[in-house]
T-cell receptor
Framework: EDQVTQSPEALRLQEGESSSLNCSYT??????LFWYRQDPGKGPEFLFT???AGEEKEKERLKATLTKKESFLHITAPKPEDSATYLC??????????????FGRGTSLIVHP | NAGVTQTPKFQVLKTGQSMTLQCAQD?????MYWYRQDPGMGLRLIYY???????DKGEVPNGYNVSRLNKREFSLRLESAAPSQTSVYFC?????????????FGSGTRLTVV
């Protein structure tokens, strides 16, 4: 069974204090790993897709990396507007032709000014 | 703005009542999905439609039905609402041939069943 575990569940940072969120996964054949951002009262918003170990993607203060067992979302010098819940989702070859990803439960990030 | 539109945004139902949640996308995506999101449970797939004319069960389909009305629209029906169906419901769509772009989600329907 495919599993996706995100840690920590919640993270509080001071503005400018860099940190990382973790997404560990157990799947049979990774097709893709996705990161989303979700603001309160809104739907998740797509950030990145990673496909193979060693791959990295960047967007503003966010950088996503991938190994064979986990992905990290690094947040450099965060600002209060980076406060949100960050979701990880994994798409596995075992899902057949449906391409349905398995979502983690998310990390709630609060950045204090 | 292009994207996924869900209606209504909020709804309160009494136990046993029925209702339909509407979803429409204007991105010409093949695939559409219905998720529910509960505190501590993350996003759980209810039903999905890989392409027009097909629907399949997800992780938590009991108590729900869906209709893929056309390529743009995918509705979710609760025939007899129960308090356990109190949740936030999200519709999403994706391009089956461009999976690297991920899903596009609607803004959600917050449903309370009393």
């Amino acid at each position: 069974e495919d599993q996706v575990t995100q840690s920590p569940e919640a993270l509080r940072l001071q503005e400018g204090e860099s940190s990382s969120l973790n997404c560990s996964y157990t799947v049979s054949g990774l097709r893709g790993l996705f990161w989303y951002r979700q603001d309160p009262g809104k739907g998740p918003e797509f950030l990145f897709t990673l496909y193979s170990a060693g791959e990295e993607k960047e967007k503003e203060r966010l950088k996503a990396t991938l190994t064979k067992k986990e992905s990290f979302l690094h947040i450099t010098a965060p600002k209060p507007e980076d406060s949100a819940t960050y979701l990880c989702a994994v798409q596995a070859a075992s899902s057949g032709g449906s391409y349905i990803p398995t979502f983690g439960r998310g990390t709630s990030l609060i950045v204090h000014p | 703005n292009a994207g996924v539109t869900q209606t209504p945004k909020f709804q309160v139902l009494k136990t046993g009542q029925s209702m339909t949640l509407q979803c429409a996308q204007d991105m010409n995506h093949n695939s559409m999905y219905w998720y529910r999101q509960d505190p501590g449970m993350g996003l759980r797939l209810i039903y999905y439609s890989a392409s027009e004319g097909t629907t399949d069960k997800g992780e938590v389909p009991n108590g729900y039905n869906v209709s893929r009305l056309n390529k743009r629209e995918f509705s979710l029906r609760l025939e007899s609402a129960a308090p356990s169906q109190t949740s936030v419901y999200f519709c999403a769509s994706s391009d089956r041939d461009r999976v690297r772009r991920g899903y596009t989600f609607g803004s959600g329907t917050r449903l309370t069943v009393v």
